[in-house]
């Protein structure tokens, strides 16, 4: 008779130790993206527990798409659709900054939007306008632009050609080393190795690895290159480049690894991992001076 009527009283205190979800009203809103640097970035709102989708007027590369995945229980673009549900509220102040590219040649090239929440609204559905091509997005792509070649001019300046003999990373011995390479079997990365070959300089050395991303496949960025050595140990890698961002279906490209001293030993193979910048496609193989 005791637990009886006692029983109701547990659950009431149950239920009112769970902790309440707060109650945000749900909005449809429209918004802009900025067309210069001095307007402020897009917002969206989300809430645990609720799907948010913005709508864009110019159509979505689906692989462009930069955000921290593990912060989101549903994440997907469509041609003109972003979806989002987080597992869990973003904290006070918190801000997760996203992007995303268009397809089109117009400008402005990409969207970026700040994600966060808000203790008494959230977003259903955003829709964006792009504003693509007016005159302040056009002014700031130039002005972005002119950054860029600026930027590259330096580069050239401080890397291209004269510098290597400047800074007598050549030397009078320097000769090639072709490699031959062996896969990994039951590769699945989707790429290809043509050709790799090693350079001995005064301070470091290069390996040089041209690549495919075979027809059919996504584009391929590159993120890391992990060498190690004839003897397990790893490689210190001091700088990798691809000239491409990325590599469309069926297009080669040029990896150049910087190393401080030569992974490579005579009779001896050597490692090397390509790793995209998502860290989804990898490629392994082994290489070895003929």
Do not use: C
């Not at 190690?228 to 961002?245: F, H, N, Y």
């Amino acid at each position: 008779m005791t637990w009886w009527l006692l029983a109701p009283l547990l659950v009431a205190s149950t239920a009112a130790a769970q902790p309440q979800l707060p109650t945000r009203q749900r909005q449809d809103r429209r918004a802009a993206l900025p067309t210069t640097s001095a307007e402020p970035i897009t917002e969206v709102y989300v809430a645990a527990g609720n799907l948010t989708t913005v709508a864009f007027n110019g159509p979505l590369d689906r692989d462009s798409l930069v955000v921290d995945r593990t912060r989101f229980k549903w994440v997907d673009v469509g041609d003109r659709l972003l979806a989002l549900e987080p597992f869990t509220d973003l904290g006070p102040g918190e801000r997760l900054i996203m992007q995303v590219g268009f397809k089109d040649r117009a400008l402005p090239a990409k969207a970026v939007i700040a994600v966060l929440s808000k203790p008494d609204v959230m977003d259903g559905k955003v829709e964006v306008d792009r504003r693509a091509n007016t005159p302040e997005a056009l002014l700031a792509a130039l002005t972005q632009k002119e950054a860029e070649l600026e930027e590259l001019k330096n580069r050239y300046a401080g890397s291209g050609p004269p510098s290597l003999a400047l800074s007598e990373w050549l030397h009078k011995w320097l000769r090639p080393i072709e490699f031959t390479k062996a896969v990994a079997p039951g590769d699945s990365s989707g790429l290809v190795v043509r050709e790799s070959i090693g350079y001995e300089g005064t301070f470091s050395a290069l390996v040089t690895i041209r690549v495919r991303n075979l027809p059919g496949q996504k584009p391929w960025a590159l993120g890391q290159v992990r060498l190690t050595g004839p003897a397990g140990a790893p490689v210190a890698v001091l700088s990798v480049q691809m000239k491409q961002e990325q590599l469309a279906p069926g297009e080669a490209g040029l990896v150049v690894v910087e190393t401080k001293t030569p992974p490579w030993t005579a009779g001896k193979d050597f490692s090397v991992e390509l790793v995209d910048a998502r860290g989804q496609r990898r490629l392994f193989f082994n290489l070895m001076t003929k």
